[in-house]
């Protein structure tokens, strides 16, 4: 047997059994370097399309298998059909992963089964939604909010939208001569010194702050933020935004409620070599009276579902439901009805997500606005394509080149 299936397994067992999130599953396992980026590249793959995954091992099975054989076959599943690799060399390995697990009376099961898999063809089930959820590996109650807001049509086309490409942000360097010297194969962005790149691997230059990571999206928010002295980013762990709007405003507050994030906060602004960005432990949704309008700008990027950037969190798709949805929008509301009472007259409040829900973007601001007369909607238009609701943006994926999120600009009046 390959070690990389035995590493997959492993990894995956963490999020499957422990409900890790991928990334800590992944740091915290030892692969086999000589195969970390085809392992990593299964474990985020067999996550991703888990929905999918689970739907073939249903309809193959009169009764569900264990987890631990339930990981075997998906890892398989997704690597003859995702991958391309030759049936006998998957449904070899994975005998002898079960076997290696303890459970040899299920190597004949696991052998049957993946034969039977490639030799099969399944039907996607009738109905839109749930064809739509297995066909793309979403989450049904998410396809259904998406049909909701945007009609069918549009909904599989933001479901449907491939991942981006990592996107680069310039600080210390001229990134367009920087990546042609290196033979660095990128595309230009609407944003200065921005750039995307495929199979960028990150070098010491990352560390000395020449260049960082940053979703187009965040960018793309960080951009329709005005100029000013005084800013607060109160929800800003891990730091990006807080970064790009230090270039802006003369001084920003950073804000997080758990104090690793906070110091992440810190670590970031050092490795940029931002000294005016000061990091706080502190709950948005708490109201503090000495701040009571003393920022001409407030970000607040909101907590969220993160439906719009799925493909580096494919986690969302496995653990969130229709429930924590409709949670997060309660603390949506929550900070943003605290955080608006810091800003100065005439000031503005910024309110963002990575979600393409209209309940956590659009719907957020006009509840708020029945709310609070004292704001009005200011109108903005990123250079990103983005479909404009009323005088807001929204980044989806078929158009803004990958990811979703969201942005609102709302001027205090009185």
Not at 284 to 296: C, G, H, L, P
Request: proline share 3%.
């Amino acid at each position: 047997m390959v070690n990389y299936f035995y590493d997959c397994y492993r990894i995956l067992n963490k999020v499957y059994s422990e409900k890790k999130y991928i990334k800590q599953a992944i740091n915290d396992e030892y692969i086999e370097e000589i195969n970390r980026a085809l392992t990593v590249k299964i474990c985020y793959g067999v996550l991703d399309r888990d929905i999918e995954l689970s739907y073939y091992i249903k309809n193959f099975t009169e009764k569900t298998p264990k987890l631990a054989v339930r990981t075997i076959l998906k890892i398989s599943i997704y690597m003859i059909k995702y991958l391309g690799k030759k049936a006998y060399f998957v449904v070899e390995n994975a005998v002898e992963l079960t076997k290696k697990l303890g459970k040899s009376g299920a190597s004949g099961f696991v052998n049957a089964f993946l034969r039977k898999f490639t030799v099969s063809s399944i039907k996607l089930p009738d109905d839109p939604i749930q064809r739509l959820s297995v066909q793309y590996s979403y989450p049904e109650f998410a396809v259904k909010i998406l049909a909701e807001d945007y009609g069918l049509t549009r909904a599989e086309k933001i479901i449907a939208a491939p991942y981006p490409d990592n996107t680069l942000c310039f600080y210390g360097a001229d990134g367009k001569k920087y990546l042609t010297e290196k033979g660095i194969s990128f595309s230009e962005t609407p944003f200065n010194n921005v750039f995307t790149v495929k199979n960028f691997t990150r070098n010491t230059d990352y560390d000395e702050g020449l260049y960082t990571y940053q979703a187009l999206g965040s960018v793309a928010i960080c951009e329709v933020v005005d100029a000013c002295d005084n800013i607060l980013d109160c929800c800003a762990a891990p730091g990006g935004k807080s970064v790009r709007l230090s270039f802006k405003a003369k001084n920003v507050v950073s804000w997080d409620i758990h104090p690793h994030r906070v110091k992440l906060i810190e670590e970031y602004a050092s490795r940029m070599k931002r000294g005016n960005i000061v990091a706080e432990l502190r709950d948005a949704a708490v109201y503090y009276e000495e701040f009571s309008k003393q920022f001409d700008a407030v970000l607040c990027d909101a907590p969220c579902s993160g439906f719009g950037v799925v493909g580096d969190n494919p986690d969302i798709k496995l653990n969130r439901t229709e429930k924590d949805v409709s949670e997060l929008v309660k603390q949506q509301s929550a900070i943003l009805n605290t955080v608006c009472e810091y800003v100065k007259l005439g000031g503005c409040l910024y309110y963002s997500t990575c979600s393409v829900f209209f309940r956590e973007n659009i719907g957020m601001i006009k509840d708020f606005l029945s709310r609070r007369t004292n704001f009005i909607v200011e109108k903005i238009d990123s250079p990103l394509t983005h479909l404009d609701i009323e005088g807001t943006n929204a980044f989806l994926p078929d158009v803004s080149l990958g990811n979703g999120f969201y942005v609102a600009k709302l001027k205090r009046i009185k």
